[in-house]
């Protein structure tokens, strides 16, 4: 069946839910997982270009900072359940494309990730990486919601 997942997490409760629920398919499956984040670049207007340079690096720090944490926490539950699991951080302005071009990269035949279920004006607006990932993918993918949404 599957034999290699990828698992994006944002670091939200729902996405911590979503991975609990990827790893424990991966270990029934015996798949190995890749547990994914994407950081998005830092966008700003000013008119001094210090202020730029200090903002952007201070957020990149800080970015890079939260990805590693938020990997760090999935491979501890991936080592914990015994899933055979590599890390992935890549920057990007999309991430669904991101999520998209990296199962490809690393051979992934199922994405596994969470939903908000955002709807109406709320989807329009905010936009759903999710909604974009299954638009777009070739891979498979399944969608986490978790029971309380």
Known sequence: ???????????????????????????????RVTLFTAIEPFHVIAYVPEQVAESRSSYEEHARRAADQRLAAAAAKASAAGVAHATETVGSE????????????????????????????????????????????????????????
Do not use: F, N, W
């Open 94 to 149: 999309d991430p669904h494309e991101a999520i998209i071009a990296t199962a490809k990269a690393k051979g992934c035949d199922l994405i596994a990730m969470a939903s908000h279920g955002r709807r109406g004006v709320k989807a329009l607006v905010l936009g759903s990486v999710t909604a974009k990932v299954l638009t777009h993918s070739e891979v498979p993918v399944l969608v986490y919601r978790h029971a309380a949404d």
């Open 1 to 31: 069946m599957y034999k290699h997942l990828l698992v994006p997490t944002d670091g939200s409760p729902l996405s911590d839910y979503a991975v609990d629920q990827a790893l424990a398919l991966a270990k029934a499956l015996g798949a």
